[in-house]
C-alpha cells in the first residue's frame, strides 16, 4: 500500500536509506527535515507494518525535483519503485508544475532504465555529484501535464541529439 509519509516513519526510514545507500545514505537529520518540510511530497511503500520502499519530490516555482527513490534490497523486482515514481509524477502534474528533474548515478542501470521508462531523458552529466566516492550523475528530465504518470517511453529532450550539459558541483 502506498501512503504519505509521516515523522512516525522516520526510523524505518533511517534503517531503510541506510541499507539501500550505504555510503551515501542521508542522516536522521536530513531525513527529519525532509519529512517536516510542508512543502515536500514524500510517500511509502508500506506492506505487512513494514516499509518496503520511499520516494519524494520537492516542488519548486515551475519543476518539482526528485530527491529520491529507495527500495530494500530484498523488495526489489516488484513494482515498487515504479508505482511510488507514477504517483509522485501525479502529484506534481496535480500541483501545475512543468517538468520532473533528477539526478541520477551514472552506474546505477537499473534506475536510469526505469526513469526511461517513465519518459525521463538525459539533458546533462553532473561531474562528481555523488559524495564522497565522487561519482558522476546524469541530470534528467521529464515534461508533465502531457503524458501521464505511467511509463510512456522516450521524451524528446530540450537538447539536441548528440548536446550534453556539463553540471560542475565541485
Given at each position: 500500500?502506498?501512503?504519505?509519509?509521516?515523522?512516525?516513519?522516520?526510523?524505518?526510514?533511517?534503517?531503510?536509506?541506510?541499507?539501500?545507500?550505504?555510503?551515501?545514505?542521508?542522516?536522521?537529520?536530513?531525513?527529519?527535515?525532509?519529512?517536516?518540510?510542508?512543502?515536500r511530497?514524500?510517500?511509502?511503500?508500506?506492506?505487512?507494518?513494514?516499509?518496503?520502499?520511499?520516494?519524494?519530490?520537492?516542488?519548486?516555482?515551475?519543476?518539482?525535483?526528485?530527491?529520491?527513490?529507495?527500495?530494500?534490497?530484498?523488495?526489489?523486482?516488484?513494482g515498487?519503485?515504479?508505482?511510488?515514481?507514477?504517483?509522485?509524477?501525479?502529484?506534481?502534474?496535480?500541483?501545475?508544475?512543468?517538468?520532473?528533474?533528477?539526478?541520477?548515478?551514472?552506474?546505477?542501470?537499473?534506475?536510469?532504465?526505469?526513469?526511461?521508462?517513465?519518459?525521463?531523458?538525459?539533458?546533462?552529466?553532473?561531474?562528481?555529484?555523488?559524495?564522497?566516492?565522487?561519482?558522476?550523475?546524469?541530470?534528467?528530465?521529464?515534461?508533465?501535464?502531457?503524458?501521464?504518470?505511467?511509463?510512456?517511453?522516450?521524451?524528446?529532450?530540450?537538447l539536441?541529439?548528440?548536446?550534453?550539459?556539463?553540471?560542475?558541483?565541485?
Amino acid at each position: 500500500m502506498i501512503r504519505r509519509a509521516a515523522l512516525e516513519d522516520l526510523d524505518q526510514l533511517v534503517d531503510l536509506e541506510a541499507r539501500v545507500f550505504d555510503d551515501e545514505a542521508w542522516s536522521r537529520q536530513a531525513l527529519w527535515f525532509e519529512l517536516s518540510a510542508p512543502s515536500r511530497t514524500y510517500l511509502v511503500w508500506e506492506d505487512q507494518g513494514g516499509i518496503l520502499g520511499y520516494g519524494g519530490y520537492w516542488p519548486g516555482e515551475r519543476d518539482a525535483e526528485l530527491m529520491t527513490i529507495g527500495v530494500l534490497p530484498e523488495a526489489r523486482n516488484r513494482g515498487i519503485a515504479g508505482s511510488l515514481l507514477a504517483k509522485l509524477i501525479a502529484g506534481a502534474d496535480r500541483q501545475g508544475l512543468q517538468r520532473m528533474n533528477l539526478e541520477v548515478r551514472v552506474d546505477n542501470r537499473a534506475a536510469i532504465h526505469l526513469y526511461e521508462d517513465f519518459g525521463f531523458s538525459q539533458t546533462g552529466l553532473c561531474k562528481g555529484y555523488y559524495q564522497p566516492e565522487g561519482v558522476d550523475a546524469w541530470a534528467m528530465t521529464r515534461p508533465l501535464s502531457s503524458a501521464g504518470p505511467g511509463p510512456v517511453g522516450s521524451v524528446r529532450s530540450e537538447l539536441s541529439e548528440g548536446q550534453e550539459r556539463i553540471i560542475d558541483h565541485e
